[in-house]
């Protein structure tokens, strides 16, 4: 069965600290992985999107790595804020002919701190 | 502004009782698609559309009816609520098929009593 787990499912930060988030997937084959933030109430905004032959991307503080050896993919914030606190959702797509198949993780829930 | 709205964004009924959720992009988009978020579960697919007429199940159909008469619009319709339909839903679009990034809407909380 095609999954995307996530771990840890909350985590609380002081601002200015580092953090990572891990997410590991079996779904097979994929063309690629995403990371959304999303806010409380809100819909989820793309951070960042990486192809199975990348290995890192960043946007901001904000970067993400792939192997895709392994199946598993990080995010690190960097520097946290307090507007960091939100939901983040690692999404795997596998491309089909009948249209693209989005596999969403659990997500992550990060309070900042201050 | 390119956005993908939805309407309402809270909405309290009763079982059985019709409603349908609209969902509109202004970015011309080929594809759209509608999610519920349940906690616990994550975002799944309810239905998609690659396009005007042209519409799929995604991973959680059951209960939900589509249409895409316009590239557009891609409303949501519930034809006889139940309980376990309660739920925060997101309409999403992207350009193509293809990988392509997607846009969600702001979601609609949804209640059925």
């Known amino acids: 069965k095609n999954q995307v787990e996530q771990s840890p499912q909350s985590l609380i930060i002081l601002e200015g600290k580092n953090c990572t988030l891990q997410?590991?997937?079996?779904?097979?084959?994929?063309?690629?992985l995403r990371w959304y933030k999303q806010d409380t109430g809100r819909g989820p905004v793309s951070l960042t999107i990486?192809?199975?032959?990348?290995n890192t991307k960043s946007n901001g503080r904000y970067t993400a790595t792939l192997d895709a050896d392994t199946k598993q993919s990080s995010l690190h914030i960097t520097a946290s804020q307090l507007s960091d606190s939100a939901s983040y959702i690692c999404?795997?797509?596998?491309?089909?002919?009948?249209?693209?198949?989005?596999?969403f993780g659990g997500g992550t829930r990060v309070l900042v701190k201050p | 502004e390119a956005q993908v709205t939805q309407n309402p964004r809270y909405l309290i009924t009763v079982t059985g009782k019709k409603l349908t959720v609209t969902c509109s992009q202004n970015?011309?988009?080929?594809?759209m698609s509608w999610y519920r978020q349940d906690p616990g579960l994550g975002l799944r697919q309810i239905y998609y559309?690659?396009?005007?007429?042209?519409?799929d199940k995604g991973d959680v159909p059951e209960g939900y009816k589509v249409s895409r008469k316009e590239k557009r619009n891609f409303p949501l319709i519930l034809e006889s609520p139940s309980p376990n339909q309660t739920s925060l839903y997101f309409c999403?679009?992207?350009?193509?098929?293809?990988?392509?990034?997607?846009?969600f809407g702001p979601g609609t909380r949804l209640t059925v009593t």
């Open positions: 999403a679009s992207s350009p193509s098929t293809g990988g392509s990034e997607q846009y």
């Open positions: 997410c590991n997937y079996t779904v097979s084959p994929f063309s690629n």
């Open positions: 990486m192809t199975f032959s990348e």
């Open positions: 999404v795997v797509i596998r491309i089909k002919a009948a249209g693209n198949k989005l596999t």
């Open positions: 970015m011309n988009h080929e594809y």
């Open positions: 559309s690659m396009n005007v007429e042209v519409t």
